[in-house]
């Protein structure tokens, strides 16, 4: 069973910057692939970005592509995600989420395990 906790969420003004961590636990990160979702209010969870399990590949959204990004430490068993210029469409509820099959992908019903969220709300 893998453990993924978040951290890093809070209030920033639009073209500011903040960086979300991820924390895993009980299990194999440096096998997993990893990504980041996000979910506003009264919408459906979308993808942000994904990551490889050796950090060679990594995977954006276009409403993201140029102002986030995504990284890994396997050595600290913790994944990043780098969020610069940010916009008031930010603004949701961003889930770290991991693949233990290790497949890079951007859908989120092939993540297996995820964290409980950390907010973000970017104010215009």
């Known amino acids: 069973q893998v453990q993924l906790v978040e951290s890093g969420g809070g209030l920033v003004q639009a073209g500011g910057s903040l960086r979300l961590s991820c924390a895993a636990s009980?299990?194999?990160?440096?096998?997993?692939?990893m990504g980041w979702f996000r979910q506003a209010p009264g919408k459906a969870r979308e993808f942000a970005a994904a990551?490889?399990?050796?950090?060679?590949?990594?995977y954006y959204a276009d409403s993201v592509k140029g102002r986030f990004t995504i990284a890994r430490d396997n050595a600290k068993n913790t994944v990043y995600l780098h969020m610069n210029n940010l916009k008031p469409e930010d603004t949701a509820v961003y889930y770290c989420?991991?693949?233990?099959?290790?497949?890079?992908?951007?859908?989120?019903?092939?993540?297996?395990?995820w964290g409980q969220g950390t907010q973000v709300t970017v104010s215009s």
């Open positions: 990551i490889s399990w050796n950090g060679g590949s990594r």
């Open positions: 989420a991991c693949d233990d099959s290790g497949t890079f992908t951007y859908r989120a019903h092939e993540y297996d395990y």
């Open positions: 009980g299990g194999t990160f440096s096998s997993y692939a």
